[in-house]
Structures are given as structure tokens and as C-alpha cells.
């Protein structure tokens, strides 16, 4: 959970780095009378970054195997507690196997 927590901090702050990157770049730039950076490979930058973010944070997902929760039921009259369970072993609800049919109530 630490990485996921220090990779979301790094995502969060990284347009704030790159935008200071580019106002000392533009800076530079207007001291040496040089033209300032493109707009177009600012943009394309950016859309590199989100789509690469993106594509982590699902690989991250799929690999990180986290269980799923089972809520509490009551079953013949017991309580029996949440619980953590892997997916794989994780009942269908009624609502995902409608989904999984393409029948809806509608």
C-alpha cells in the first residue's frame, strides 16, 4: 500500500513540477532571445504522461491481487462476520449475473 500511496503523491504533484519546469525554461528562453517551447510538444508531453499514468495504475490493479469482501449474511439463523475471500471463490451477485446474460430490469 506504501507504493501505491507514494505513486499517487507523485502523480498528483507531477503537473506542478512540470509546469515550474516550463516557467524557468520560458524564462531562459526570453533571457537568451531564443524562441519560447512549442505548445505542441508541451501537450503531447502532458497526453504521454496521463495515458502512461493511466496504463500503470491498471497494471498496478491487476497485478496487486487484493481479496474481496464478503459482506455479513445470516445464514439459518447465524451471523456469520465479513470476511476477506479471493476473488476467484467470490459469489456471483444477482445483479452481475444479469449483467453477464445482457438482461436488465428496464
Do not use: H, N
Request: net charge negative; hydrophobic share 50%; with cysteine.
Amino acid at each position: 500500500m506504501g507504493p501505491r500511496i507514494l505513486l499517487q503523491m507523485v502523480l498528483f504533484f507531477l503537473p506542478f513540477i512540470m509546469f515550474g519546469i516550463y516557467r524557468i525554461a520560458l524564462a531562459e528562453a526570453e533571457q537568451e532571445g531564443r524562441k519560447p517551447w512549442p505548445i505542441r510538444a508541451l501537450f503531447g508531453s502532458g497526453l504521454a504522461l496521463a495515458i502512461g499514468s493511466w496504463l500503470v495504475l491498471i497494471i498496478l490493479d491487476r497485478v496487486s491481487g487484493e481479496p474481496c469482501y464478503q459482506p455479513t449474511q445470516i445464514v439459518d439463523g447465524e451471523i456469520i462476520p465479513a470476511q476477506k475471500i479471493p476473488c476467484a471463490e467470490a459469489p456471483v451477485t444477482v445483479d452481475e449475473a444479469a449483467d453477464a446474460l445482457g438482461t436488465t430490469d428496464s
